[in-house]
Every structure is written in structure tokens, then in C-alpha cells.
């Protein structure tokens, strides 16, 4: 996840049960983790974003992991 519109888009498919991956449709249960890799130089608003996403993921009970360089 990228924090960017279409992985949004795709999160938000996801938690309605409407994502669809290789011709069936994907649900959070089917999901092992949400990764979002942070490079450290996001945009500033890219990083507002993140909190609202652990609280979607928590929600719906998905694992997110954000990934940071040292």
C-alpha cells in the first residue's frame, strides 16, 4: 500500500468484501497483512493519511505494518 488513491481505493474494496484478485472476490480475513513501506520522504499529507489507515485496518481487524528506514 502506497497511501495513494488507487491503494485507498483497493483498501477500501477490501473492507466492503468487493475486491476482486484472480477472478474471486478477496475479504480482510483473507489477508495476512497491509504493508506500507515508508521510504521517509512521503509528502506531508501522505502521512496525515496514515492514521485514519490504522484505524480503518484496526476496524476491520487487517494487520498493518509500516515498514521505515533505519
Known amino acids: ?5 488507487d491503494s485507498l481505493a483497493m483498501l477500501a474494496l477490501l ?9 474471486r472476490p478477496l475479504r480482510p480475513a483473507g489477508v495476512d497483512a ?8 512521503e ?3 501522505t502521512y496525515t493519511l496514515l492514521p ?3 484505524r480503518m485496518c484496526a476496524l476491520h481487524r487487517l494487520r498493518l ?3 521505515q528506514t533505519p
Not at 500500500?1 to 488513491?5: A, E, K, N, Q, S
Not at 473492507?15 to 477472478?23: D, H, Q
Open 34 to 41: 497491509v504493508v506500507f513501506s515508508d521510504p521517509g520522504f
Open 15 to 23: 473492507t466492503e468484501g468487493k475486491l476482486v484478485a484472480e477472478g
Open 65 to 67: 505494518v509500516v515498514l
Open 43 to 45: 509528502w506531508p499529507h
Open 52 to 54: 485514519r489507515v490504522r
Open 1 to 5: 500500500m502506497g497511501l495513494g488513491r
